[in-house]
């Protein structure tokens, strides 16, 4: 099973991003999707999640600006980024579970900077 993230680069303060993560190589699908992210010097941290029943929950510090949203037919989840700080700078990960796997799976991570 492999994790794909994209969508990450460089923005301005206030800007946005939206960033992909496709799971591929397993006859089961996903069942919970999670995104977290590591600061430089920092440990990874809890950004969002969304169960299989499309329930969502967030980090305080993302609420009211990002948004978590999956594809079920593509096996696939997204997080929209608005309103972003230089805060917010770090290395996005993508994470799923499935019944049908004996752990969770991590995507490579891809880079989200923002410039002040």
């Known amino acids: 099973v492999q994790l794909q993230a994209s969508g990450g680069g460089t923005v301005q303060a206030g800007g946005s991003l939206r960033l992909s993560c496709a799971a591929s190589?397993?006859?089961?699908?996903?069942?919970?999707w999670g995104w977290y992210r590591q600061a430089p010097g920092k440990q990874r941290e809890f950004v969002a999640d969304?169960?299989?029943?499309?329930?969502?929950n967030y980090a305080d510090s993302v609420k009211g600006r990002f948004t978590i949203s999956r594809d079920n037919a593509k096996n696939s989840v997204y997080l929209q980024m608005s309103s972003l700080k230089p805060e917010d700078t770090a290395v996005y990960y993508c994470?799923?579970?499935?019944?049908?796997?004996?752990?969770?799976?991590w995507g490579q991570g891809t880079l989200v900077t923002v410039s002040s």
């Open positions: 969304i169960t299989s029943g499309g329930m969502t």
């Open positions: 190589g397993s006859i089961f699908s996903v069942d919970g």
């Open positions: 994470a799923a579970s499935s019944h049908g796997w004996l752990g969770s799976k």
